[in-house]
């Protein structure tokens, strides 16, 4: 099973709202990435975990705020957002020290 | 420096082969990697090739490396519109992040 789930599909939020986005491998991966996309662009890496614990933040904003609470699940927490963070963010995973990451669908998230 | 480079655009009739290219920049990537990403959906991984390897065949795919110059190719054989996305090329350098190219979007025309 190479299969990484991501949800919502879809996600309308304004600025003021909270919400979370949530991912989910089972193919005892220890490390899960966030990724933002914006169209027609590469996917740009926002926080890597590895053994659950941070272990690159790219300098995101802090309305932005990743949490994993087990080596299956990596959670997005979304405040305060900006229109310019719509976006689609995508949830991979690989195993430790081996670059072969499996992507998720993504959630696709508009801010207005 | 990090940087991979491919063309942005292929058009091609169905049938004939698809050949996308990509050049990298960091010489101590040890895996470099082909993910295809379909209108609205994530990436899929398709293929990668070891560093210490010149080709790798799966099926349609042929992926050939040259080290020394730092190109990578994808061809794909007897392309169908059912290969119409877009193709990104990824190396690994040793940051524990995939650094990927622009992206090829594959055209194939009936």
């Known amino acids: 099973d190479t299969e990484v789930t991501q949800t919502p599909k879809h996600l309308v939020m304004g600025m003021t709202n909270k919400k979370s986005l949530k991912c989910e491998q089972h193919m005892g991966h220890r490390a899960m990435y966030w990724y933002k996309q914006k169209a027609k662009k590469p996917p740009e890496l926002m926080f890597v975990?590895?053994?659950?614990?941070?272990?690159i933040n790219e300098s995101v904003p802090s309305r932005f705020s990743p949490e994993c609470p087990n080596s299956s699940l990596l959670n997005l927490h979304l405040h305060a957002l900006q229109p310019e963070d719509s976006a689609l963010y995508l949830c991979a995973s690989s195993q430790e020290g081996v670059y072969e990451q499996y992507f998720g669908p993504g959630t696709r998230l508009t801010v207005t | 420096g990090e940087d991979v480079e491919q063309s942005l655009f292929l058009s091609v009739r169905e049938g004939d082969s698809s050949v996308i290219n990509c050049t990298y920049t960091d010489s101590s990537s040890t895996y470099l990697y082909w993910y295809k990403q379909e209108p609205g959906a994530g990436l899929q991984l398709l293929t990668y090739i070891f560093s210490n390897m010149d080709m790798k065949q799966d099926q349609r795919l042929t992926v050939l490396l040259n080290k020394k110059d730092k190109h990578l190719s994808l061809r794909i054989a007897d392309t169908q519109t059912g290969d119409s996305a877009i193709y990104f090329c990824a190396e690994t350098p040793n940051t524990g992040k995939l650094i990927f190219g622009q992206g090829t979007t594959l055209q194939v025309k009936p």
């Open positions: 975990y590895s053994y659950e614990k941070l272990s």
